[in-house]
């Protein structure tokens, strides 16, 4: 289990119940374009998996967030 702070910060209540879809990075801005188009203004990406680090958790923000 997190710690309280860390469940805290990135858990948001107000966003439970969205769509969350993985990809491969060749396919975000075709797949993002074609959602837009149905209607889901809010599509974006999100983040991305990597590679382990030494770091157990690292939270950073996507560019242009």
């Known amino acids: ?3 309280t702070l860390l469940d805290q910060i990135l858990y948001d209540p107000q966003t ?3 769509l969350l879809v ?4 060749s396919s975000v801005e075709a797949f993002l374009s ?3 188009s149905a209607g889901s203004r809010h599509a ?9 680090a030494d770091a157990l958790l690292e939270v950073t ?5």
């Open 44 to 52: 974006t990406r999100i983040g991305e998996v990597v590679a382990k």
């Open 61 to 65: 923000a996507a560019a242009g967030v």
């Open 22 to 25: 993985a990809l491969p990075p």
């Open 16 to 18: 439970s119940g969205g």
């Open 34 to 36: 074609r959602v837009r």
């Open 1 to 3: 289990a997190l710690p």
